[in-house]
C-alpha cells in the first residue's frame, strides 16, 4: 500500500468529489516530494537526504526528505494513533490502521509513550508525519506485521536516520 492507500484509510474517502480532491492531493504530495520514499531490502527505511533549511515544521528544526514507515498491526490497539504534538497525553487528531504505509519527516526524542511495554517498544521516540501530526515510534515498523496478540516479537522498528533528528527551537 502506498500513500494513496494511506490517504484513503485516513479519510475514508469513497465519493467522486473526495476523489477528486484525493486526486489533486496526491499529486501536490508526489510533486513536493519528488517520491523520494522507499525500503532496501533489509526492511530498514532509506536513508533520506537532509533538508534542514527546507522543512517548515512549526517549533522544531532539522528533518528530512519524507521517507516510508508502517502503521504496527502486531498487537492491540492495532494501528497507530497521530496526536497534535510529540506526547502520549497530547490531543489524538487522527490516526490509521495496521499495515498502511505512510511517509514522516523527521523524528524527535521525547518522553516514554509507553513505560510498561518491552524494550524497545516504549515509544520514546516520535515521527513527524508529513499530513501534520506525531506519532510514536511504538506503533511504527519498518515491514508490515501480522497480526498475533501473543507474540512476544512486536516486529521491526523503523530507522532512526541521525540526519532526519529533529531538535526543538
Not at 506519532?135 to 541521525?162: F, H, I, Q, V
Amino acid at each position: 500500500m502506498g500513500v494513496t492507500t494511506a490517504i484513503a484509510e485516513r479519510t475514508g474517502s469513497t465519493s467522486r468529489r473526495s476523489g477528486t480532491r484525493l486526486g489533486t492531493a496526491l499529486l501536490m504530495l508526489v510533486l513536493l516530494t519528488g517520491c523520494s520514499g522507499g525500503r532496501q531490502g533489509s526492511g530498514e527505511a532509506v536513508a533520506p537526504e537532509a533538508t534542514s533549511t527546507t522543512l517548515q515544521i512549526p517549533g522544531y528544526i532539522g528533518g528530512c526528505q519524507p521517507f516510508e514507515v508502517i502503521t504496527q498491526d502486531r498487537w492491540d490497539p492495532r494501528g497507530a494513533a497521530i496526536r497534535d504534538s510529540p506526547d502520549i497525553h497530547a490531543e489524538q487528531v487522527g490516526g490509521f490502521k495496521g499495515n498502511i504505509h505512510i511517509q514522516v519527516d523527521g523524528w524527535v526524542e521525547a518522553k516514554e509513550a509507553y513505560p510498561l511495554n518491552p524494550d524497545p517498544y516504549k515509544g520514546e521516540q516520535w515521527y513527524h508525519f508529513v499530513g501534520g501530526g506525531w506519532m510514536t515510534r511504538a506503533a511504527l515498523r519498518s515491514e508490515e506485521t501480522k497480526y498475533d496478540k501473543y507474540a512476544p516479537d512486536g516486529g521491526l522498528l523503523p530507522a532512526l536516520p541521525p540526519e532526519c533528528r529533529l531538535t526543538p527551537q
